[in-house]
């Protein structure tokens, strides 16, 4: 069965320190991987992807993700946070195998403090 | 504007009183999808469709019915809702299903 976990519900960090938030996956298959933002009373938000290519991809307000094939991760980094960070992140994979289905991780609430 | 809509944004019903939720996009998108999002379990599938007249099971399609008859609209309907129903119901669509997706803006459903 072709699963995601974010394994950290919380993270918090300050302002201007790097963040990461944590994403692995067990699929069959190749893994297309996306990453979410949610923000208070509001649906989500698309901030990259990684079908093939540079295992280091760029997306939106600055956040970046690996995917490392070996570790079967894909986690979000940015290098320098800001309060306006502060939300709640989803990682989602498909998978060639499976190619219509999304699977969803459980989330995880990024806090940044000034 | 780019976007997708949903109706009611929040919306109380009964055991068993049959409900649609509505979703319709602007964006000439293929791939349509709904979600329900409980705490602590993320984001989970019930529907998503292809393309027209094209519809599939996700993770969790147990109570729930769709329909795509036309490219934009994309309905959700509960024909006996049960309280263990009660959730947010998000709607997306994406121009292809490896693309990104787009978001409503969510439904609150509480089902007494």
């Known amino acids: 069965a072709q699963s995601v976990a974010q394994p950290e519900d919380q993270v918090n960090v300050a302002e201007g320190n790097p963040l990461t938030v944590k994403c692995t996956y067990s699929v069959s298959g190749n893994p297309y991987l996306f990453w979410y933002v949610q923000y208070p009373n509001r649906g989500l938000q698309f901030l990259l992807k990684y079908i093939t290519g540079d295992n280091l991809v760029k997306g939106s307000y600055g956040f970046e993700a690996e995917f490392n094939k070996s570790q079967t991760s894909f986690h979000l980094k940015k290098p320098s946070a800001l309060v306006s960070d502060s939300a709640l992140y989803f990682c989602a994979v498909i998978t060639e195998g499976n190619f219509n289905k999304f699977y969803f991780g459980s989330g995880t609430k990024l806090n940044v403090k000034p | 504007e780019a976007q997708v809509t949903q109706n009611p944004r929040y919306l109380i019903t009964v055991t068993g009183k049959k409900l649609t939720v509505t979703c319709s996009q602007n964006?000439?998108?293929?791939?349509m999808s709904w979600y329900r999002q409980d705490p602590g379990l993320g984001l989970r599938q019930i529907y998503y469709s292809m393309n027209v007249e094209v519809t599939d099971k996700g993770d969790v399609p147990e109570g729930y019915k769709v329909s795509r008859k036309e490219k934009r609209n994309f309905p959700l309907i509960l024909e006996s809702p049960s309280p263990n129903q009660t959730s947010l119901y998000f709607c997306?669509?994406?121009?292809?299903?490896?693309?990104?997706?787009?978001f409503g803006p969510g439904t609150r459903l509480t089902v007494t």
């Open positions: 964006m000439n998108h293929e791939y």
């Open positions: 997306a669509s994406s121009l292809k299903v490896y693309r990104e997706q787009y």
